[in-house]
């Protein structure tokens, strides 16, 4: 323990009036800018299929979809929101994260209360809780715009007969009316979704394109302008951080973190201005996130060789080959006490390894004795010891990753 007491009353006193931050949280990923640069056409497409609904008439569902980070959410809100000011009280609009309510009772019930009905969180029948729903728009006699955004996940949780049934819910209202907005970056969604229920959802489609480097620097600037102090950005960091998330898809999420992270960094440091270099260190502070991230999600077999390269790392065995890594990975197996998987299926693992970056395979001739992978890291020790700290079912083995 440490003799010398921490000035923490100093320390606060630092970050109370930031030198570089205006309102730092008008960088924060939730929040909605009233303008959004380069999606006017976006903008104005999903304001031109909604409009309908100010004259009475029931707009059409729309499917929205791109990449990640290309501003769906953003619009989608901005515009419904715009909406809502010139409708009056005729018109509503509910938004759900589908990621986070990911059952077909949890949708509905949200659908439920925000059209006045009490739903418990659990306990009645999913189909109870469709008819509240229904009694409850019926009532308010309005139309109501459902945003069920990263709607993938419904139907990857088996949530989809929620679709199903709002798809259809119009067949049974007569003063109220609904309309779906669906959102999704994942590309091939519609391919899973029953034929019925595709046509009803993609009545009109808006495509987000990811953006150039260029649309992510006005943006940025945008954004900079009312989040920072004038002058604390060094002049070439906005055009890095584009540049970085440009190369990544055309992500403004990653854009917008590069920059947030970047300036946090120099704040720390006690420094007066956002420099380049800070963006560096934000981006390999992102990176170790994705790739601890990634680690985690990967199932027990990917974790075991993967486990089993990093002992052999950490041996220090000069080269690493896929005959190594094997031998390595069986007593890994045995000291857990689970089956292994075939010499084939290691080698596919360490192909798949290799092609999410997280290490590198170089084919090697061994002259007359063939050919084998010299196999290195890709990703820092620390990184795949975080990631597979948490999987409990590496036991001690975990003690011995850790030394
Ligand atoms: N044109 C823009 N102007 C200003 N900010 C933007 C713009 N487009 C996106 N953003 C910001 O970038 C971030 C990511 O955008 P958004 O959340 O809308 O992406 P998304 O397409 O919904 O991604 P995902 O598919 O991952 O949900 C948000 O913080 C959003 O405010
Ligand atoms: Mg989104």
């Not at 959802?201 to 495509?207: H, R």
């Not at 006490?337 to 290799?354: C, K, M, W, Y």
């Amino acid at each position: 323990m440490s003799k010398v007491a921490v000035n923490l009353g100093a320390l606060f006193d630092r970050f109370k009036v930031s030198r570089i931050f205006k309102r730092r949280e008008l960088l924060l990923p939730d929040y909605v800018p009233s303008y959004l640069p380069h999606r006017d056409q976006q903008i104005y497409r999903l304001g031109l299929v909604l409009a309908p609904v100010l004259s009475g008439s029931r707009p059409s569902n729309v499917f929205i979809y791109g990449l990640t980070g290309t501003g769906k959410t953003a619009v989608t809100k901005y515009v419904l929101r715009e909406l809502e000011k010139k409708a009056g009280s005729k018109v509503r609009y509910v938004y759900i994260n589908c990621r986070h309510t990911d059952t077909s009772y949890r949708v509905i019930a949200e659908l439920a209360q925000a059209v006045g009905q009490r739903v418990p969180f659990t306990g009645l029948s999913t189909s109870e809780v469709f008819r509240r729903f229904i009694t409850g728009l019926e009532r308010k006699q309005r139309f109501l715009l459902v945003v069920l955004d990263e709607i993938d996940y419904l139907v990857k949780k088996k949530g989809d007969d929620v679709l199903y049934f709002l798809t259809r819910i119009n067949d049974q209202l007569s003063v109220s009316k609904v309309s779906i907005i669906g959102i999704t970056n994942d590309l091939r969604f519609m391919d899973f979704l029953d034929a019925r229920v595709r046509s009803s959802l993609g009545e009109e489609e808006l495509v987000f394109p990811p953006y150039t480097s260029r649309e992510l620097e006005d943006i940025l600037k945008m954004r900079a302008e009312q989040a920072f102090h004038p002058g604390v950005l060094e002049e070439e960091v906005i055009p890095l951080c584009a540049a970085i998330a440009a190369r990544q898809n055309g992500d403004c999420r990653l854009a917008l973190d590069l920059l947030l992270k970047a300036a946090d960094i120099a704040e720390r440091l006690g420094e007066v201005k956002v420099r380049t270099e800070h963006v560096r260190m934000a981006q390999k502070e992102i990176e170790k996130n994705l790739a601890i991230d990634l680690i985690k999600s990967m199932p027990l077999h990917v974790k075991l060789v993967l486990a089993a390269i990093l002992i052999l790392h950490k041996k220090k065995v000069k080269v690493i080959t896929t005959g190594g890594i094997y031998d390595q990975y069986t007593k890994l197996v045995q000291r857990i006490g689970v089956e292994p998987v075939t010499q084939r299926r290691v080698s596919d693992i360490i192909n798949e390894l290799d092609m999410l970056g997280v290490i590198n395979a170089q084919v090697v001739s061994l002259g007359r004795y063939g050919r084998t992978k010299r196999i290195k890291l890709s990703v820092s020790e620390s990184s795949i010891k975080e990631g597979l700290k948490e999987d409990l079912t590496l036991g001690d083995l975990w003690i011995e990753l850790a030394s």
